[in-house]
C-alpha cells in the first residue's frame, strides 16, 4: 500500500478544520500558548518503510503518551508483579479522577490513567532512576537524542494539584512505597517528554513487532507483554473515550493532552498524529478525526 499519498490526502481534507474546534489544555501555560492550527502525521512500516505529512516534523508535548513507556519501563522491570497494586480495567471517568480511588482502596484501575501512572512511576523510582531509564529507552526506540522540556515540568510540579491529591491519596493507603514528592518529579518529567510524530511513529514500533526493537530487533517486551500492552491501549488508552475510539477507529491508541495520539495496527505498522486543540475528554479533536480517515481510506483495524 502506498502509504505517503493517503497521508497528503488526510492533511488536505482537515486543513480547513485547523483550529476551528476545540480548546488547546489550558492548564499550564506553555501549553496553553501552543498555536491550536497544527497537524502531523507519521507512520512506520514493520518493514521500515515511513511516511509523513503536515507537522510531522514538529516537537510537542508527549503527555500522557509516555505512560505507554513508562509501563514498558515497568513490564521490563518487574513482569508480572508490575500488577499487584495496578488494575487492568476501563475507568469510565476523566483521565484525572479521585473519585474510583477511594472506593477501590487506592489501587487505581488502569496504568494509563493519572493515578496508574503515578503508580507505574513509584515502581519504577524503586528499580533505579526513572527519568534517565525514560529517556533513554524513547531515544533508543526513534535512534535520536530525546529531552524532557524542563519549562513544561516546572509547570507541571507548579500546577499540578490533583496529581499531588492523587500521590497523596494512594500513599495514605499504604500504596505507594516511595516519597511521593520523588515519583511526582518523575511523572512530571514522564509528562514533559517533547517528540514530533516521527519520532512516536517510530518509537512505538516496538508495539507491531511483537515486542522487538524498531531498528535493533531485539526483544524488548515479549510477545505476550506487547499484546497485553495494546489491548490495554484498545481499552483504557484514550479515557472515557476508549469506547468511541474502538468504534470509530478500531485500533489500541494512547492520546495525551499535548494533543498527540499514537495508534497501533499490529504485524503492520505504527502511527502517531498530531493536533493541539482538545475535545472535552482531553483527545486531540483532529487527530481523532484523522485516524478515523485513516482506517477508513486503509481498511486497517484490529476487528
Ligand atoms: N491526559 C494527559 O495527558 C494528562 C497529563 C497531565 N500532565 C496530567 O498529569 O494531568
Known amino acids: 500500500m502506498q502509504f505517503q499519498p493517503i497521508l497528503e490526502d488526510i492533511v488536505a481534507t482537515l486543513r480547513p478544520e485547523l483550529g476551528a474546534q476545540g480548546q488547546v489544555a489550558d492548564y499550564i501555560p506553555a501549553l496553553a500558548r501552543v498555536p491550536a492550527a497544527q497537524f502531523g502525521i507519521a507512520l512506520r512500516t514493520c518493514g521500515g518503510e515511513e511516511a509523513q505529512a503536515g507537522d510531522s516534523a514538529t516537537p510537542f508535548s508527549i503527555q500522557s503518551i509516555s505512560k505507554l513507556f513508562a509501563l514498558t519501563l515497568g513490564m521490563r522491570a518487574m513482569g508480572e508483579r508490575l500488577w499487584e497494586r495496578i488494575g487492568r480495567e476501563p475507568s469510565g471517568n476523566p483521565f484525572n479522577s479521585l473519585v474510583q480511588l477511594e472506593a477501590e482502596q487506592g489501587t487505581p484501575r488502569n496504568p494509563f490513567i493519572n493515578a496508574g501512572a503515578i503508580a507505574v512511576t513509584d515502581r519504577l523510582v524503586s528499580h533505579g532512576d526513572p527519568k534517565a531509564a525514560m529517556l533513554e529507552l524513547v531515544s533508543s526506540l526513534c535512534n535520536e537524542p530525546v529531552h524532557f522540556d524542563e519549562e513544561v515540568a516546572a509547570s507541571e510540579a507548579e500546577t499540578g494539584f490533583r496529581n499531588i ?73 484514550t479515557y472515557d473515550a476508549a469506547g468511541e475510539f474502538a468504534f470509530r477507529i478500531g485500533l489500541p491508541c494512547k492520546s495525551g493532552v499535548g494533543g498527540g495520539i499514537v495508534a497501533v495496527v499490529p504485524d503492520r505498522l505504527s502511527l502517531c498524529v498530531w493536533s493541539p486543540a482538545l475535545d472535552a475528554t482531553g483527545n486531540s479533536l483532529l487527530g481523532m478525526h484523522a485516524l478515523e480517515l485513516f482506517t477508513a481510506r486503509t481498511g486497517l483495524s484490529i476487528f
Open 165 to 237: 491529591a492523587l500521590g497523596n491519596f494512594m500513599k495514605s493507603f499504604g500504596k505507594i512505597d516511595n516519597s511521593v514528592s520523588t515519583v511526582l518529579d518523575a511523572y512530571f518529567h514522564h509528562c514533559a517528554v517533547r517528540m514530533t510524530c516521527q519520532q512516536l511513529a517510530r518509537a512505538t514500533g516496538f508495539l507491531c513487532r511483537d515486542g522487538r526493537h524498531p531498528f535493533s530487533g531485539e526483544p524488548l517486551l515479549t510477545e505476550r507483554q506487547t499484546r497485553r500492552i495494546n489491548a490495554l491501549m484498545l481499552t483504557c488508552g
